[in-house]
């Protein structure tokens, strides 16, 4: 008996995915080749050196020399599409028939609207990808940067004006402390960016890039859009439609993962889902922290996207987590001593957006999200738990009066509410925050740029508003240059610890009514060039604190945990001022990339129980990072490497004549990475490696005193060194565009 076609086809499919899956590691290889040569010019007939040229879906590809030629060899034969972009120019997709010999293809390409011959705001805004009218990284910009561990945060903390901290969790920007920046998904907050943090050990953000089809980072003077951050925003835009349906699978040292996308001629439906268990990781890396329980989670999430007609795009989308760690730590109230810390913790976040272009010259933006977390913790024999969440809605309209005036205008209201117990005492607050914002971009010549903008916000909780006046400017100062300016006021509550504390019966603080919103005013002044994917840019600012809570302790306590118990107010001041270098080259070596940023730092604040005016412990004066980044077309092999330094952060110690005057050592980190990429039969195949602080230095992040200051212990990181491998399969076609 015949069996049936189908099932003769699942059975060849099935073996020729085990063939594959037995030597994934090997090349694939063939018998016909094709060599395909030619020449990228402009519509003037210039050549256009390093633009990119490949075969869609494949990895087969080049890019220009300095004479505007490129060539390579290709094994696919038949109908296929030459890929050729070059920035400032459109892509242009070529059908071509491919045979056995060569085929010598030229090429014009035409240059896009959108090019860098039109001046672009970009003070505060960091451009990481040469796209000069976005300030964004891709998702392979972040997976690949070693020493980052596909973290978005890690990423972007090799970017200027940040800096890494190692014990402490979040982002800290320019003299700010993590409070003071802000993650949004989608234009909706996120309230927990970051997993619930364990005293001492930094925690990765929540979210994995590849989420993600954009990244947009602002070191500060942000959009009039957002509110409630004193330092930086971090912007984060879902994918659209998927190109294709795609099932990918993922396996690691430290657990596995799956997602599958479906898609319809107008929507289409992503789910995903992964499994943590770090025992692997930690029986082959030693660590500096005891696991009386080896840490392990799960996680979900599931997206909805319909497309309306050719002018509307919604997306819905649900993420939820449970994780476990189980440590022994430092005990932050006892120096010297130990103490067991367990952490469960349960998070969710669902948000729902919709954008629809309603004419030629107006267009809707609509959004909502909702989001809880809780943490049930036991320190010791003390059982605590920390429970928030929050709601958010954003009704925006855009305006586009002529090509040279963009208006958005918009309205937010946010509500959430934060509970905490330990032991026996209990605390919380509920906030009701209002906002209404509106920005205009004007650009009345080709050279010059003009963004006021006004943010005004209302806060039932403290029983206040506020109003702070943005402004951002650009000016071309040549084909490929431009200066920027950016300032404007800044506002933010009060942090948790004291909006708990304010009206307890049972302290001496302050009613939360007495209490007024803290600010910062912002200066940026920034100079860019670039030119033929190569970017350098110098950039200046001045932040002015006022307003911050400041206590009235009879004496300093170094522990981040402690508890308030006199009074506090809105005294507090401080200030930040700096300047941050970058360079970042993708044309003078094929396939090689490497970026460099510099940041000095000087900042000093009175605030919270500091006795006088201080650097605060997690700032560090001097911060470099060199990142390289190199592509072996002929292995299919990436190969990257990173360098990252700081200098000394103040510690405190307890008999020294001046506050925070001591300083850790320097922090070095040399990190490599490599990825050994493949396709066959369409399917994208990535196994990679990382391996971090390789000459295993000894960071040191601070020290703590016990016994009056006789004895002290160092802040270590998890781990000295670390080394991570893992597999990712695609069961769909690879964009090499995207590399």
Excluded at 261 to 290: R, S
Excluded at 676 to 688: G, K, P, Q, S
């Amino acid at each position: 008996m015949t069996p049936p076609r189908p099932f003769v086809r699942a059975c060849s499919r099935a073996l020729r995915i085990g063939l594959w899956l037995s030597f994934s590691l090997v090349a694939a290889t063939g018998w016909a080749q094709t060599t395909l040569s030619g020449k990228v010019t402009d519509p003037q007939g210039e050549v256009l050196v390093g633009a990119n040229v490949y075969l869609l879906n494949t990895l087969d590809g080049a890019s220009t020399d300095a004479e505007g030629r490129f060539a390579f060899q290709t094994e696919e034969q038949g109908a296929q599409v030459l890929v050729v972009s070059s920035l400032g120019f459109e892509t242009l997709n070529l059908p071509v028939q491919l045979t056995d010999g060569t085929q010598e293809i030229p090429v014009k390409l035409r240059e896009s609207v959108n090019s860098l011959n039109e001046v672009v705001i970009a003070a505060g805004s960091f451009e990481a990808n040469s796209d000069g009218k976005v300030a964004l990284m891709r998702p392979l910009d972040i997976a690949s940067t070693a020493g980052a561990g596909a973290d978005i945060a890690a990423a972007i903390q090799t970017l200027p004006g940040t800096q890494r901290t190692g014990d402490q969790t979040g982002l800290f920007v320019r003299g700010g402390d993590a409070s003071e920046s802000l993650t949004i998904i989608d234009g909706m907050v996120v309230q927990n960016a970051f997993q619930s943090n364990v005293p001492g050990v930094a925690q990765r953000s929540r979210f994995s890039p590849f989420q993600f089809k954009g990244i947009s980072f602002s070191s500060g003077g942000y959009s009039a859009r957002y509110g409630q951050a004193l330092s930086s925003v971090l912007e984060l835009s879902t994918l659209d439609l998927p190109e294709e349906s795609t099932v990918s699978f993922g396996l690691n040292q430290a657990g596995l993962s799956a997602s599958a996308a479906k898609l319809w001629e107008n929507q289409a439906v992503e789910v995903t889902a992964g499994y943590t268990n770090l025992a692997p990781f930690l029986k082959v890396i030693p660590t500096n922290f005891d696991f009386y329980k080896i840490p392990q989670g799960g996680n979900g999430s599931a997206r909805w996207l319909w497309k309306r007609g050719d002018t509307g795009l919604l997306k819905v989308m649900a993420m939820y987590s449970v994780t476990q760690s189980c440590i022994t730590i430092p005990n932050p109230a006892e120096p010297g001593t130990w103490v067991r810390f367990g952490l469960t913790n349960h998070n969710s976040y669902a948000n729902a957006s919709y954008r629809e272009a309603l004419s030629a010259k107006w267009s809707l933006f609509t959004a909502a999200s909702l989001s809880y977390n809780r943490d049930d913790i036991r320190q010791g024999s003390v059982p605590a738990r920390n429970r928030d969440w929050r709601a958010q809605y954003r009704g925006e309209v855009a305006y586009d009066a002529s090509e040279a005036v963009h208006v958005v205008a918009g309205v937010e209201w946010q509500r959430f509410r934060y509970q905490q117990t330990y032991d026996t005492l209990q605390s919380g607050f509920q906030e009701h925050l209002w906002a209404a914002y509106a920005e205009a971009e004007w650009k009345p010549r080709r050279w010059l740029a003009v963004k006021p903008g006004v943010r005004a916000e209302r806060s039932t909780l403290l029983d206040r508003q506020n109003v702070g006046p943005r402004l951002s400017l650009a000016v071309m100062t040549g084909d490929h240059s431009q200066v920027s300016a950016a300032g404007g006021l800044f506002f933010q509550n009060p942090g948790n610890r004291y909006l708990l504390a304010a009206g307890q019966p049972y302290l001496s603080t302050p009613a939360v009514t007495d209490l007024r919103f803290q600010k910062a005013m912002h200066y940026i002044a920034n100079y860019q060039w670039m030119r033929d994917d190569r970017t350098f840019r110098v950039e200046a600012y001045y932040k002015d604190y006022q307003q911050l809570i400041r206590e009235q302790a009879p004496s300093y306590d170094p522990n981040p945990y402690r508890y308030v118990w006199w009074e506090y107010n809105n005294a507090g001041t401080g200030y930040a001022q700096g300047i941050d270098f970058f360079w970042r080259d993708k044309a003078s070596v094929k396939n090689l990339e490497y970026w460099l940023s510099y940041s000095l730092v000087d900042t000093k604040r009175l605030y919270e129980n500091f006795p006088e005016a201080a650097t605060p412990t997690f700032v560090s004066n001097h911060n470099l990072n060199v990142i390289l980044k190199y592509y072996i077309e002929s292995l299919k092999l990436f190969v990257g490497g990173s360098y990252n330094y700081s200098s000394g952060r103040p510690y405190y110690r307890p008999d020294s004549p001046d506050f925070l005057s001591d300083r850790t050592p320097d922090y070095h980190n040399l990190a490599l990475n490599a990825a050994y990429l493949t396709t066959i039969d369409n399917f994208f195949t990535v196994f990679y490696l990382s391996f971090d602080n390789i000459t295993n230095r000894k960071n040191i992040f601070g020290y703590r005193y016990a016994n009056e200051g006789q004895e002290r212990y160092a802040i270590q990181p998890l781990l000295y060194r670390s080394l991570f491998v893992g597999v990712n399969i695609s069961l769909s076609a690879f964009n090499k565009d995207e590399l």
